[in-house]
């Protein structure tokens, strides 16, 4: 049973932000409010920030890493003082996991700010503890009410890391500023083929100055390494302050293994398993679940794509667009079968859009439909070819299921876009108009907007990049996107921004009404 608390009034949203991503050493009543009597160097730290994810109407994954073996507490309270604790929560942070740990809590009220306090306490002697670090989220509606988040992608990309001098990751800061009730990060959390170096020179004869690491000086090759690269981004201040404040909806692409990767023909020196899987993908697979707050999938298999819904105006799913592709490069001339969700995938994706209550069905992907690509879909102008026919199948799907109001967000082309598909510009005609919001990069290089195809007739309603490639963050160039949702009316509203919080172009989508004759179509999928 759900316990109806209400948080203090009083205090801005914006200020409850702030200071839910600050430290204290003792927080209110509770557990975690013991007397810390051992020395300093006993007690175990947080040791890259915390963060919240996966958020729902009544639970949340919470994460922390600690800077050796120790065991996590976790509680939340509707209270930023803990007067009431509502959930509890522990784990261990083992060295099999570099020291990271996370937890589920469960029997949260919904619609409602949460806090939450993270400790790491000695395994063998709790009394020996550290630092407590408060965070916040928000959960999901269960009634009708407005919602707000915001996307991006890219971040570390093409040796642009952490630049204090610069305001480091601004982005981060100004997605804070926009208090969203969480984030979906489009992939490229990393850039593990990205190394960064010490000074970089600008094109107006500037020097851009990186924070330095051991492990993010090379290539990614290594477990060690892998985990390095997300190490590297809990430096920065923002980052840190945004994901102690607002949840994360992760899911990955690319840069998370190595460029345009796929699941067979990616490996280094250390090749292949018995069963043909690469070595590398593995490790990077393993460091990417390590450092993410994602739910744990049943079948426990490293499963990145899921749905999670957050109130009765939206479904947001999450697709993973590397793991079940083809081997090949997207070209014209190969004639072998081709996928870039998969059967299993694609066949999850029909079942749980058809099954979706939610007035808007966000679809959350890892790169565009429409944008010219060997690595991704479109392969030029014409009919369906390669992998555009898995997308054919998916887009008459939801024609023929009756499923409105379908909306998909993707980043990975470092710029920012606006997209309307129509069949009346098409080439494949058997689809209902749909929109797709591109944003990005949050902090890496910028580049040129790239051409469509007419395959499913994308307009650019807006784009912005830069007119050559691989611009430095400092000139301005970072984009992110907001969505707002009217409780009310169901109206959404997505924004697309810039690094300084200037809306660049805007757009209302009223929704439609449902056209499923009322039963799941389990016989067409």
Known sequence: MQIPIRAKHGLTRRQLLIRSAATVAVAGLGGLARPHLSRAVDRPLIASGIQSGDVSANSAVIWARA???????????????????????????LPDRDFTAKVLLGGLPSGQAIFYRVRFENIDEPEIAGEIQVGHFRTGPTARSNVSFVWSGDTTGQGWG???????????????????????????HIYADCPVERELKLPDGGVWRNIVTEEKSVVAQTLAQFRGNYK?????????????????????????????????????????????????????????????????TPAQDGRIYRKIAYGPLLDVFMIDMRSYRDSTGNRRDDHRDT??????????????????DGTWKVIAADMPIGLISEDAIALGDG???????????LLSFIKRAGIRNTVWLTADMHYTA??????????????????EFVSGPLHAGTWAPAPLDNTFGPKAMFQKGCSGENLAPCFGMQFFGRVDIDG?????????????????WSVDLEPRPDARPGQVMAQHI
């Open 383 to 393: 009919p369906p070819e390669r992998r555009e026919h898995e997308i054919a199948d």
């Open 339 to 356: 996928c870039i969700l998969g059967a299993s995938q694609l066949a999850w994706l029909k079942r749980e859009l058809v099954a979706s």
């Open 162 to 188: 952490i630049d204090e001098s610069r305001g480091g990751m601004r982005t981060y800061r100004t997605m804070l500023d926009n208090r969203p009730d969480f984030f979906i990060h489009s992939g490229d």
């Open 488 to 504: 009310k009316t169901g109206v959404m509203t997505v924004t697309l921004k810039d690094v300084d919080n200037r809306d660049l």
């Open 418 to 435: 606006a997209h309307h598909y129509d069949p009346n510009r098409a080439a494949y005609q058997d689809f209902e108009p749909f929109w």
């Open 232 to 296: 590297y981004n809990w430096l920065d201040q923002s980052f840190r302050a945004f994901h102690a404040a607002v949840p994360l909806f992760a899911q990955w692409d690319d840069h998370e293994v190595t460029n345009d990767w796929a699941p067979i023909g990616t490996a280094d020196e250390t090749g292949y398993a018995e069963d043909g899987t690469s070595h590398l993908v593995a490790r990077a697979r393993r460091a990417f679940h390590e450092f993410m707050p994602m739910r744990a």
């Open 67 to 93: 800077d050796r073996a120790a065991r996590m507490r976790v509680e939340c309270s509707a209270s930023e003082e803990f007067k009431t604790i509502i959930g509890t929560a522990s784990a261990d942070a």
